[in-house]
């Protein structure tokens, strides 16, 4: 073969590239014309009967000199790749995604600017047990400067046998001494046919991990006109998470903040392990605020603030940490509550370190 004949040859396969490159983009763009249609029709993406037909077709009149099995790899490998870019399209028309909207969301609670740039925390018990326990907290609270407490009224526990919460009642605690402190009551709801029982007593619906994709739960919170604050479920992905949230916004709620709790893995050193890097990959992906839960995530007192300094550093608009007057008798969760005076001196090192950023 000479040099002449070689190089027309290989003229005519970059010509021939150059075709298959125009037909594949094609082929792309059908896909997510596609892909949208299905979406309007609520048809799941991928259609496996629909993939066989496709492959059978192309082997039938397939005539070499690739073997039937190598069509059908390279195939497979174009409609997976066209299978992702109707993905994609999903996610840029999410509701919380950043794209949809570019601008970071501001939540006003009683007057406090959820998401404004500056950091809120909040604090207060695992449980709420009694009138006291939950008034000494807030006292010390209210003199560390913060708005928000917390106070799980309903505790979905891993054994069925573990305090389960005083139900409406601790509602009704948590409500009174927020409003003698003038404090913003944080509280979780487990169960749907709940949530508007709750609202009378509560500024801010929370949505712990083991129901963060309880369905119904999530749509419930989105048809009232109360902020969600929203924990991603111990071994749930951000993708899964996002789309969480996405439940609450496409039901009409948008006030809803984004709670990074820790994610169950093989390290036994901590409760869970802290997925730090999730911070500001949310924070790129929506425009939500986002926290991060420094108790449930570490399950260690002694790692609950230079957890809160990494979360604030790498982007988070606050934290969030469990105090108890006496850690010891806690009806749950004793090893990781802070008592007042440590809570105090957590407080006044993390606004010291903010004020150094």
């Not at 400067?145 to 009224?153: D, H, I, P, T």
């Not at 419930?220 to 969480?244: C, H």
């Amino acid at each position: 073969m000479s040099q002449n004949e070689l190089e027309q040859l290989r003229q005519n396969l970059d010509r021939i590239n150059m075709e298959l490159l125009d037909l594949i983009n094609e082929r792309a763009k059908t896909a997510q014309q596609i892909g949208k249609v299905k979406n309007k029709q609520s048809i799941k993406r991928f259609d496996p009967v629909r993939e066989r037909s496709m492959l059978d077709e192309l082997t039938q009149k397939n005539d070499g000199p690739f073997e039937n099995s190598t069509i059908e790899h390279i195939f497979k490998e174009i409609f997976k790749a066209s299978l992702e870019l109707q993905v994609d399209d999903h996610r840029k028309a999410l509701l919380v995604s950043r794209k949809m909207k570019p601008e970071d969301t501001v939540i006003d609670i009683k007057g406090e600017k959820f998401g404004d740039g500056n950091t809120h925390h909040i604090f207060g018990p695992c449980s709420v047990e009694s009138y006291d326990q939950v008034a000494e907290v807030a006292k010390a609270v209210k003199q560390n400067g913060n708005k928000f407490l917390r106070g799980g009224a309903f505790k979905p526990r891993t054994s069925p046998y573990d305090f389960q919460g005083l139900g409406l009642e601790g509602l009704q605690i948590l409500k009174k001494v927020a409003d003698e402190y003038d404090l913003a009551v944080v509280s979780e709801i487990v169960n749907p046919a709940d949530v508007e029982k709750a609202l009378d007593y509560i500024d801010v619906i929370q949505i712990g991990a083991r129901n963060m994709q309880n369905f119904e739960l999530l749509k419930a919170a989105g048809e009232v006109d109360k902020p969600v604050l929203l924990k991603r479920g111990m071994s749930a992905t951000i993708s899964e998470f996002i789309n969480a949230a996405e439940y609450i916004i496409s039901r009409g709620n948008g006030n809803i903040i984004l709670c990074e709790r820790g994610i169950r893995t093989y390290e036994k050193a901590t409760r869970n392990t802290l997925d730090i890097s999730a911070v500001p990959i949310l924070k790129q992906e929506t425009h939500l605020p986002v926290m991060v839960d420094v108790t449930h995530s570490t399950g260690r007192r002694d790692l609950l603030l230079p957890a809160a300094k990494a979360a604030l550093a790498i982007g988070a608009d606050g934290v969030m940490a469990e105090v108890h007057p006496d850690p010891a008798v806690a009806l749950s969760d004793a090893a990781q509550q802070m008592d007042i005076p440590t809570f105090h001196s957590f407080v006044d090192e993390l606004e010291t370190f903010s004020n150094r950023k």
